[in-house]
């Protein structure tokens, strides 16, 4: 769900930036309305309750009672499973505070931690934030004539991210995480392949050049240059502040060869980046964080996961920092190549390293990796006990109200 809303809002911030493309000054519209939602925000914040988690470490066990009363919707008849709720949260937190994180270096939670930094790695590494934050730039790069029409087909873009991360979420436990990233992987790698080929129909394979004058009469490279403008009558690409008068040249943005409508080298580019971003939000957009949260005991999962989740936004930060920087030095072909090669080496990494986690309780999950652990050392003969099941003591309907309430825990 938090994936989910994530990509509502994304869809939302596109919709506005459309509507705002040819307002005077509406960039700065935009980015005054980007500080509604966190002033709305602070303002709903003094309701918001504290979790039932901080409210138990600080001892303030009638409070925690009550919040998880009021977010499970549940009346002061279920007084035994609030008890037992409570106590899970208070045996979490005191397990929490035995652990380090040197202890994430233990034999049987090196392979999970490198599972889960590695995903989330590959999750941003494939470029796919670069289809988010620079998608209406690729679009206008591939022959869109103005921003608008670049704006507006962005929207298509992340409409679709949003309408395959709710798929993702109806299928991916009947599939699996899995087998799921090793279809959409595919997909993706296709979807950046074919993207390459429709560039080099629509600019060739040009890096940026050093003067205007050098694009010669390469229109399409020579617009994707902001210093320059593409002159009609001589058909030669020239620097912005010259036209042979002294005078800052009056041009529209698009190539003579264009201007009656849009190349079907374009419409190829866009359709490869949507088929890229569908296989994104059905696999990786979604599965790394699920698998994340399943592979660790709940001791050391919330330092594992942040480790984690750093690794996606170390990753976001390379990706978003040198996009524009590498479609100038090795040509926007080169670009989403290179991430396809990348998702080439995510997919083997999944193929050798990732299990199957679809239909496993978190006990058996452990198990796998310690059993594996046990049997590289040599240590066969050691014997493990199994775990309590996290639902122990529960009845089916109190484990259902468990598991809809569980996200108070993580908290």
Request: aromatic share 10%; with cysteine; proline share 3%.
């Amino acid at each position: 769900m938090n994936v989910l809303l994530i990509t509502g809002g994304q869809l939302v911030a596109y919709l506005v930036s459309s509507a705002l493309t040819d307002v005077n000054n509406g960039w700065r519209w935009m980015m005054a309305i980007s500080a509604l939602p966190a002033i709305l925000q602070l303002i709903t914040l003094p309701f918001l309750p504290e979790s039932p988690r901080y409210l138990v470490k600080k001892g303030d066990i009638r409070a925690a009672e009550a919040v998880l009363r009021r977010c499970m919707g549940l009346s002061d008849a279920n007084d035994d499973f609030i008890k037992r709720e409570v106590e899970a949260i208070r045996e979490s937190l005191e397990l929490s505070h035995k652990t380090r994180y040197r202890d994430l270096l233990r034999k049987d939670l090196r392979r999970p931690l490198v599972i889960a930094c590695f995903m989330q790695l590959w999750q941003q590494l494939s470029g796919f934030n670069t289809a988010m934050y620079y998608s209406a730039t690729i679009l206008k790069m591939a022959g869109f004539p103005n921003a608008k029409s670049a704006t507006l087909f962005s929207l298509l873009i992340a409409g679709t991210n949003m309408i395959m991360t709710m798929v993702a979420i109806k299928i991916i436990d009947r599939v699996g995480r899995r087998k799921i990233l090793l279809v959409t992987i595919v997909g993706m790698i296709i979807g950046l392949i074919i993207l390459g080929v429709a560039f080099i129909r629509i600019m060739g394979f040009t890096v940026r050049q050093g003067e205007c004058v050098q694009y010669g009469s390469n229109c399409a490279a020579c617009l994707t240059d902001d210093r320059c403008y593409f002159q009609d009558l001589s058909n030669t690409c020239q620097d912005m502040g010259w036209n042979g008068t002294g005078k800052r040249p009056i041009y529209t943005g698009v190539c003579p060869n264009r201007s009656g409508g849009i190349k079907a080298g374009s419409w190829v580019a866009l359709a490869s980046l949507v088929f890229y971003v569908a296989s994104y939000g059905l696999g990786l957009g979604n599965a790394p964080w699920l698998i994340q949260s399943e592979l660790f005991p709940l001791d050391i999962r919330g330092k594992a996961t942040g480790m984690a989740t750093a690794c996606n936004f170390t990753g976001n930060l390379v990706i978003s920092l040198t996009f524009l920087t590498l479609t100038q030095r090795i040509t926007a072909t080169g670009t989403f190549w290179l991430y396809a090669g990348i998702l080439v080496i995510a997919w083997f990494f999944v193929y050798f390293l990732v299990p199957e986690t679809a239909g496993m309780n978190l006990e058996a999950i452990q198990e796998l990796f310690r059993t594996e652990s046990m049997t590289k050392s040599g240590s066969t003969s050691a014997v493990y006990v199994q775990a309590p099941s996290s639902d122990a003591g529960y009845s089916e309907e109190d484990t259902r109200r468990r598991r809809r309430g569980q996200a108070s825990q993580e908290i």
